[in-house]
Every structure is written in structure tokens, then in C-alpha cells.
């Protein structure tokens, strides 16, 4: 279950990650490459970050109940999903790999759940993106 209504749960309030944003360039300004506010957007809005980039997102977090509940009522296949909703995942972080215990750190000093959800490998024509779920494994490239 949610453990709430449906009604409460879609209109919960959205983090505001602005703050966890500035302490994050405040200590490795350098080693990020891209920050990317998932909320009203899905896992794909990477693909419009850098050139020749394939993203590889295989360590996601599980999507909150209110996903498949979506999933179910609405038909839609998840692929889909993970285009239109932010899976749980409502920002993040492409940062240098010596960097992320610093950004994870930082991120958890605002009490907040921090994983790494991927990687980044050098692409061949453009970006493109691979979701690695428990829900099956999809691709994407920009539209």
C-alpha cells in the first residue's frame, strides 16, 4: 500500500534541492559535470547533458508504491514510466568518480537518502541512455 491516500501522495510536497546543490559546488565545483532536477521530468533528462555520453542508471532506488499504482491504472509500460516520472529519483549529481563520497556525504548532512544510481561511459554517436531495473532494461536516445 501507500500508506497514504492517492491524493496525498501526488500532491506531497517536492524537495527543494537548491541548498544540497550550493554545499555540493561549494566543496567539488570542479568535479561536477551536470545536475539534473529530475521532479515533472523523467530519468531521461540526462540525454540533453554533454556529447557522446552513454548514461547507465543500473543501481536505481525502487520507485515509491504511487509509481505502480500510475503503472497499473493508467496501462502504461515502464519504459514509459521512467520517461515521464522521476522514479523516486528527484535529482542528481554527474560528477567526476573521485568525487562522489564528497557529494554523498554533503547530501547526507541534509538528512536526506543519497545513492549512486550509475555511470557515466563515452558514447559512439551521441547520448543515449540505458535504465538497468527491476521492471526490465530500456533504452533511450534524445528525441
Known sequence: GL????GEALTSPTRIFAPIAHAVL????????GMVHNT????????SLGRNIRYVKDSLVEP??????????AEVDWKEMYEDFN?????EFIVDPEAVEEVVRTAEGFGI???VVGRCERGDQGNSLV????????SYTPA
Open 87 to 91: 522514479m523516486g529519483v528527484g535529482f
Open 64 to 73: 515509491d508504491p504511487i509509481f505502480g499504482l500510475i503503472q497499473r491504472e
Open 3 to 6: 500508506g497514504m491516500t492517492v
Open 26 to 33: 561549494g566543496r567539488v565545483r570542479t568535479a561536477v559535470h
Open 40 to 47: 515533472g521530468g523523467g530519468q531521461t533528462k540526462c540525454l
Open 131 to 138: 535504465i538497468e531495473s527491476e521492471h526490465g532494461k530500456f
Open 113 to 115: 537518502g543519497v545513492q
